[in-house]
């Protein structure tokens, strides 16, 4: 059974006046933990063995003789061999003594079996634990699912390879580095089929994999990443930011295009494929007669998750959308918790969560004001999952 919301009420009941935000060390990590800092929270990073480093060492905290921080933003490191480790019952119990609300973040969701954060992962999560899963493309309940209910435009889905007559993406996790992508774009039945046997014998993908692949119609235009959050402690009208926008870097696309035709002409067959492996980010801001149009899917969104999967998005959500010829923009990606490209903002806060809030506004602060605010108005529970 999922755990009951009255279940991590209760474990809330047991906690510290000041708790301890946590992050899996990974993706949107140092955002968050620059957020929880700032905010003057402890900061916990849940760290793999043999990639701590980054976080123990290099953005650890440094305080002064008097205790306040000169340096850092990371409180405090603890080590498993394997992320997945975290989830065993007695590491959740001592993340439970030690007062922690866990931020899920991509990496979290990825390592941590899914089925093991629903109904066995007794620490509370600060967001929506049930939505975690829409993620996934090959649950039938995905987040291509739901937009199509709540009325969001998203690429429409090819039914098979056959029926491929038009530039289409082919959407599939990468064979052994789960986490990332071995996507591929084709035009035609044929060059599905060669592409697809190319990356089978790379080891970039998997014939399993391919069977329950997304494919659908590329839609051409430039990639923005609207970062939102959803706030439930202020009036409905009020409960939807827009904090950023970022986009993604990614190899070996992007190295790619930057080379002129006739020298990607004289590249091999499997350099002149692009790998979609997001390596960094990038901030934009969007031309602002795209902004009312960008609210509506936001609104959107939050309205039909708050009806189907109660309680619906809390805290922080990104819309990942291309935006053709016609300035329309097309959801084709979605994060039901804090995005991969955040960290661009972290200490400088979001351009248009700035403008908001009138102060640096990250995502990772964000949540640590939410956090903050909810413990004020003694309303954690209404956060928390």
């Not at 390592?111 to 634990?129: H, M, N, T």
């Not at 014998?201 to 839609?219: H, N």
């Not at 490209?341 to 400088?348: A, E, K, Q, S, V």
Request: glycine residues 8%; neutral net charge.
């Amino acid at each position: 059974m999922p755990i009951a919301p009255s279940e991590m009420a209760a474990v809330l009941e047991g906690y510290p006046a000041a708790p301890v935000l946590g992050v899996v060390g990974s993706h949107s990590a140092l955002d968050i933990a620059d957020g929880a800092v700032t905010e003057g929270f402890h900061s916990l990073v849940l760290a793999q063995k043999g990639r701590e480093t980054t976080y123990a060492r290099y953005y650890r905290t440094l305080r002064n003789p008097d205790g306040t921080r000169r340096r850092g933003c990371v409180d405090e490191v603890w080590t498993y061999e394997k992320f997945v480790d975290l989830a065993k019952p007695a590491e959740q119990a001592k993340l439970r003594d030690h007062g922690v609300l866990l931020v899920p973040n991509r990496a979290f969701s990825s390592y941590v079996p899914l089925d093991s954060i629903e109904r066995d992962f007794r620490v509370p999560l600060v967001g929506s634990r049930n939505l975690l899963r829409l993620e996934e493309r090959t649950e039938r309940d995905n987040y291509y699912a739901l937009l199509e209910w709540a009325g969001i435009p998203a690429p429409p889905a090819v039914p098979s390879p056959q029926e491929i007559h038009e530039l289409s993406m082919v959407k599939l996790p990468h064979a052994t580095r789960r986490l990332e992508r071995g996507f591929f774009t084709v035009a035609s039945a044929f060059e599905y089929e060669r592409k697809s046997a190319q990356l089978v014998e790379q080891g970039s993908i998997t014939r399993q994999d391919l069977r329950s692949a997304r494919i659908e119609r590329y839609i051409v235009g430039p990639v923005f990443n609207f970062n939102f959050f959803f706030s439930p402690l202020v009036p409905r009208d009020e409960g939807l930011e827009l904090l950023g926008v970022d986009e993604r870097r990614e190899s070996s696309l992007d190295g790619l295009v930057r080379l002129p035709a006739a020298q990607q002409l004289e590249l091999t067959d499997t350099d002149r494929t692009p790998a979609y492996t997001v390596v960094g980010h990038g901030t934009l801001t969007v031309r602002e007669s795209l902004l009312e149009e960008v609210f509506r899917l936001g609104e959107r969104f939050v309205e039909a998750c708050r009806e189907r999967y109660p309680p619906g998005i809390l805290g922080p959500f990104c819309l990942q959308t291309c935006i053709d010829r016609d300035g329309r923009p097309w959801v084709f990606d979605v994060a039901t918790r804090i995005g991969g490209g955040t960290n661009i903002h972290l200490g400088l806060g979001h351009p248009y969560g700035n403008a908001l809030h009138r102060t640096p506004m990250s995502s990772g602060r964000r949540i640590a004001v939410e956090v903050r605010r909810a413990l004020a108005d003694h309303r954690l529970k209404e956060i928390v999952t």
